[in-house]
């Protein structure tokens, strides 16, 4: 087919039903730029759709063939489990119109993901399937008790025109069946006939079909070589479970995948904002600009970023900071998009609104990593096709096999092995346990930007890290302290603490830092430029003011400073000289050694990547329990390090902040992108803790390899069902309703598997 066959002329567009979406107000709703270097274009757009009248892997590839025929479609992702689509697109040529009219030639439906009308047609789709189920199941039963005395009575006990009379009955009761019930497998069928592509309900579908008019065949004419053999009772039973099956799927789909849906849709519709006259009025918060006053209450999401201007409450900043304690926020604090307030009313001024959030930033990444396909995913599209034609071969050489002796023992095996060998359970092995994965890790405050990454994780066997901001905090902290035999110690830091409130430098507000209260107090305070604070220091038990100095080894007597080493150290005198030294170091984040712990105790090597002073590295490594420690790195040393390691074998997962983390992050294994970062550091990695939490990364190392087990498990299972099934319908030994219910359950038993990686293992 010519790749225009689906372009649609701007002339023509006006008529269509979706040309209102043309409108580029319309489109930006659900579109936003992207980011192209490379591409030799700076105008494409990616948008989202929500695709209806999806079944199996087979629709993902339809879906994907006819948006690339749509001129000026550049890129399509289609995620099955989701029903989503991301393309990418240029404005200047294509329209969303001409998306959604070639969508609706192959036989598909879409709406625009952002639009606030997107769960209407799912609601629609899930009653329409929920009827569907019960009119099977009741069919199911009458045809059931028509046929039960067929099975239990001994031969003749029952009269022709009886027998008659029950076969009649049992065909006007699956009729509805076939004609309602099983509507979406012929649909399905047609669209992939069509297409001529041989989609998962081809086979189901002439499963049906043959079982539905042979038994018609032997009802009408009970001498025709079909002899009396009905399966009437199979077709109801394995259309009940099939579609039982389906609805468990996609409940168990909604709760597994559509987490991550969950996060991406926490902003609310609307909001208060007030207006000239000081009246708050509900508004559409995609109306929302900088500088608005929006009120929120309690239970509500913030729909902006911004600051608070009255009230105060308490915040749940879990997706963005990972922090599971609600964080106070009073007036002058800064408030995030998509956080919820939880106990306070609160008014706000918006400063970003829209894209230009830290919200929206996370939500294009989630979308991102959901549209990907793990690299065993598309293993299993692209051996999806040919299995289909493996089926119908085989279900035609079995019925080929058992004609001569029997031929409606012939149709049943044909019937058995069309319906057994769907490969459903193969085709959701993967997607199904890797999205509930990165919904677990989303809500754990690790966002995921690659799904491949997930697979590579769980080969992780070296870790290495970052200093500066990953694993050390923005601050200095008191690491020891030594004093003058006979002193003190709690109390030298103490009276130290007094003077060192009357210094802005970051080492005394370290020493205030480890203080919880002091008793003690300083006047007369004076600042002596580049070496400290001198003043009297006193407090209630010794109200004698006692002059002291605070600061440099020069200012207090300590000796010269060369002889301290890189040890950064502050000092404390009185007037008999020196009194006490407090050694200073960065602050180490509070989970760091137990995160080492946890990567060594899972028999993974530690390393630590630094440009600080070799000195500097050794010692907060050994803090950290960490032996191999590389200080004064430049950003090639760190990447020349990582490159020698996999040379070697290993796996490596990097874990850095910085700028000059970029390279390093690129070529590792996998790479997490500590804290808020830099930009190039995000975008070169695999994963993001917008909080910083160390103890995550082992947490994600252990959720990858849980992931990977499940996926082999459902790999296995699935590769197992069909081994053992397969030849059992061939050989006659599987009737066609126990062939129903074995791929209804194996596709359930996937999708029930991966669904306990939703929630990850402390």
Not at 76 to 92: D, F, K, L, Y
Not at 308 to 330: F, H, I, K
Not at 577 to 586: H, I, K, R
């Amino acid at each position: 087919m010519p790749a225009t066959a689906f372009a649609i002329p701007p002339a023509q567009s006006s008529a269509l039903p979706w040309a209102a979406l043309d409108d580029a107000a319309e489109w930006q709703s659900f579109s936003r730029p992207l980011n192209s270097a490379g591409k030799g274009s700076d105008d494409l757009q990616e948008s989202f759709l929500s695709i209806e009248g999806m079944h199996c892997a087979t629709c993902s590839l339809a879906v994907e063939e006819a948006l690339l025929r749509v001129d000026g479609v550049s890129c399509v992702q289609v995620n099955g489990a989701t029903a989503t689509a991301r393309i990418e697109w240029s404005p200047q040529v294509a329209r969303p119109s001409s998306w959604l009219a070639a969508l609706k030639q192959a036989g598909y439906g879409a709406v625009p993901a952002a639009d606030l009308l997107d769960s209407a047609p799912r609601d629609k789709e899930r009653r329409v399937l929920l009827w569907r189920w019960l009119v099977a199941g009741f069919c199911m039963m009458q045809v059931m008790m028509y046929a039960v005395p067929a099975y239990v009575a001994p031969e003749g006990e029952i009269t022709p025109d009886i027998v008659r009379l029950l076969g009649w009955a049992s065909w006007v009761l699956t009729l509805p069946v076939v004609l309602f019930s099983c509507w979406p497998f012929f649909a399905s069928a047609l669209r992939d006939m069509r297409n001529r592509v041989v989609g998962m309900d081809v086979p189901v579908a002439l499963g049906i079909a043959i079982a539905f008019g042979a038994s018609s065949v032997a009802t009408f004419d009970p001498a025709s070589p079909l002899g009396h053999e009905v399966w009437f009772d199979s077709v109801t039973m394995f259309v009940f479970f099939l579609l039982s099956g389906r609805i468990l799927e996609q409940r168990l789909r909604d709760k597994t995948a559509g987490s991550l849906e969950a996060l991406m849709r926490r902003l609310p519709p609307t909001t208060l904002r007030r207006n000239a006259d000081g009246l708050y009025e509900r508004v559409a918060v995609r109306r929302l600009a900088a500088g608005d006053v929006v009120q929120v209450l309690p239970g509500e999401a913030f729909p902006a970023d911004g600051v608070v201007l009255e009230g105060q409450t308490r915040a749940d900043e879990a997706l963005l900071t990972g922090e599971s304690s609600p964080v106070l926020r009073r007036v002058g604090d800064a408030v995030i998009a998509g956080t919820h307030n939880l106990i306070g009313a609160i008014v706000m001024r918006v400063d970003r609104a829209g894209r230009e959030t830290r919200y929206a930033e996370i939500v294009a990444l989630m979308e991102r990593a959901a549209m990907e396909k793990p690299r065993l995913a598309q293993l299993a599209d692209r051996i999806a096709g040919p299995f289909m034609l493996f089926v119908l071969l085989a279900a035609a050489a079995a019925a080929a096999w058992w004609w001569p002796d029997n031929p409606a023992r012939a149709i049943g095996v044909a019937i058995a092995v069309l319906i057994v060998t769907c490969p459903c359970a193969l085709s959701l092995a993967t997607p199904a346990a890797t999205l509930a994965a990165a919904g677990a890790l989303a809500r754990r405050g690790v966002l995921v930007r690659r799904l491949q990454a997930l697979e590579a994780c769980a080969s992780i066997d070296l870790v290495a890290f970052d200093k500066t901001g990953t694993l050390t905090q923005d601050r200095m902290g008191l690491s020891a302290t030594h004093v003058r035999p006979g002193f003190d110690a709690r109390m030298a830091l103490d009276m130290a603490a007094a003077l060192a409130r009357h210094s802005l430098h970051p080492a005394s507000r370290a020493i205030v830092a480890a203080t919880v209260a002091t008793p003690w107090v300083a006047t007369g305070t004076s600042e002596v430029a580049g070496s400290g604070v001198r003043g009297d220091v006193s407090s209630p038990l010794f109200p004698q003011p006692r002059a002291m100095r605070l600061g440099s080894a020069l200012l207090c007597g300590a000796g010269p400073e060369s002889a301290l080493g890189d040890q950064m150290q502050v000092h404390l005198a009185d007037s008999d000289g020196w009194l006490a030294t407090f050694d200073l170091d960065e602050t180490m984040r509070p989970d760091a050694e137990a995160a080492v712990g946890e990567l060594r105790s899972r028999g993974m090597q530690v390393e630590l990547l630094s440009g600080d002073r070799d000195a500097a590295v050794r010692r907060l490594a050994a803090r950290a329990g960490i032996a191999a420690a590389h200080g004064s790195c430049t950003p090639a040393d760190k990447l020349a390090r990582v490159q020698a390691a996999q040379r070697e074998g290993h796996h490596v997962l990097m874990a850095g902040d910085g700028v000059n983390d970029g390279p390093v992050l690129a070529a590792a294994n996998v790479s997490v992108a500590m804290g808020q970062g830099a930009p190039l550091a995000q975008a070169r990695s695999d994963f993001i803790v917008p909080g910083g939490q160390l103890r995550m990364v082992p947490a994600l190392v252990r959720h990858a390899q849980r992931t990977r087990s499940v996926v082999r498990q459902n790999l296995a299972w699935a590769a197992g069902y069909n081994a053992v099934c397969v030849p059992l319908a061939i050989a006659g030994a599987m009737p066609p309703w126990l062939a129903g219910l074995g791929m209804a359950a194996s596709s359930l038993l996937v999708v029930a598997n991966s669904a306990r990686l939703a929630r990850m293992e402390d």
